[in-house]
């Protein structure tokens, strides 16, 4: 059940040479303070500017001054300073008394209300808690999003040794295990498409890090029904995944298995792979009765 998913617009830029935004890329700019993401360029109008301020904030690891926003958008200094006590005076921008701004308290409300009602999440919960309690290792949940795939849902292990992913993080497509199954649910023309539009990043020596590495491996993943991450994100932690296809509702997601290299064989691998297989099509068939349409009367 392969269809298409609709693209998410990002760009792709730096700090020493600043670019209009262009569809298809991740931003990526580096500040003195920490590398800066924007996942959607500045819209035409005040709303997609303001969003794409908002993004910025919200996606930093550390809090950023003015200057350090200023160098990744392409707004001027006045209008940005309107944005950004726009984006105050409604809640969803603090600025700190240090001269550096954070995510406001109002989106943690807004955040809160779309997760209670995230039909897709409490679909799958069950099944996301029968896998942890098979494995007991860390199990994910997670939704495309253009070029990544955002976690929807985490069982932390039972062992003392834990992922350090949390709920709403974001991570590439290409080198994560539910990215690749993902991916292998959609067309080809839409993987190639995707494939050539990543900032291949070599986080590891096993990392996919060329567009013709990617496709190879989601034709493998094709075949098999299921994806692994070989430590290709991070070193040492290994995880299986499989697609979700969410039909008529248009979900693309994963599920996902993860524990560290060491202290899984490859006959745990094998029994993970019918597990994770299992659990993807389990919550495929609850997501056709509880989210397909309501039957005419």
């Not at 209300?113 to 494995?135: D, G, M, Q, Y």
């Not at 997601?253 to 060491?262: E, L």
């Not at 597990?275 to 009765?289: G, H, K, N, P, S």
Request: a negative charge; charged letters at 25%; one cysteine or more.
């Amino acid at each position: 059940m392969h269809k298409a998913s609709q693209s998410l617009e990002v760009a792709s830029a730096n700090v020493e040479n600043p670019q209009p935004s262009s569809r298809g890329k991740i931003k990526e700019k580096s500040s003195e303070n920490a590398k800066i993401i924007s996942y959607k360029p500045a819209g035409t109008g005040t709303l997609g500017k303001a969003l794409e301020v908002l993004d910025i904030i919200a996606l930093s690891d550390v809090p950023l001054r003015f200057t350090d926003i200023l160098k990744t958008v392409d707004q001027p200094r006045g209008t940005l300073h309107r944005q950004l006590s726009n984006l105050i005076e409604e809640g969803l921008v603090l600025a700190n008394p240090d001269g550096t701004y954070d995510p406001g308290l109002r989106l943690l409300k807004l955040a809160a209300r779309a997760w209670s009602k995230n039909s897709f999440r409490s679909i799958a919960e069950p099944h996301v808690r029968k896998l942890h309690e098979a494995t007991g290792e860390t199990v994910h949940l997670g939704v495309l999003n253009g070029l990544e795939v955002i976690y929807v849902d985490k069982i932390e292990s039972n062992q003392t040794v834990r992922m350090h992913s949390q709920l709403g993080n974001a991570s590439p497509l290409y080198c994560t295990g539910i990215g690749k199954a993902m991916l292998a649910l959609l067309p080809e023309e839409d993987v190639v498409q995707r494939a050539q539009q990543f900032a291949y990043m070599k986080y590891t020596e096993t990392t996919l890090h060329t567009p013709e590495l990617l496709l190879a491996d989601i034709q493998k993943v094709r075949n098999a029904g299921v994806a692994h991450d070989r430590e290709e994100h991070e070193v040492g932690i290994r995880c299986v995944s499989a697609g979700i296809d969410g039909g008529e509702n248009s979900t693309v997601a994963g599920v996902s298995v993860t524990a560290p290299a060491y202290r899984i064989s490859e006959d745990t691998i094998l029994k993970w792979e019918s597990l994770v297989f299992e659990t993807a099509r389990a919550i495929e068939r609850d997501m056709v009765v509880s989210m397909g349409p309501r039957s005419q009367q």
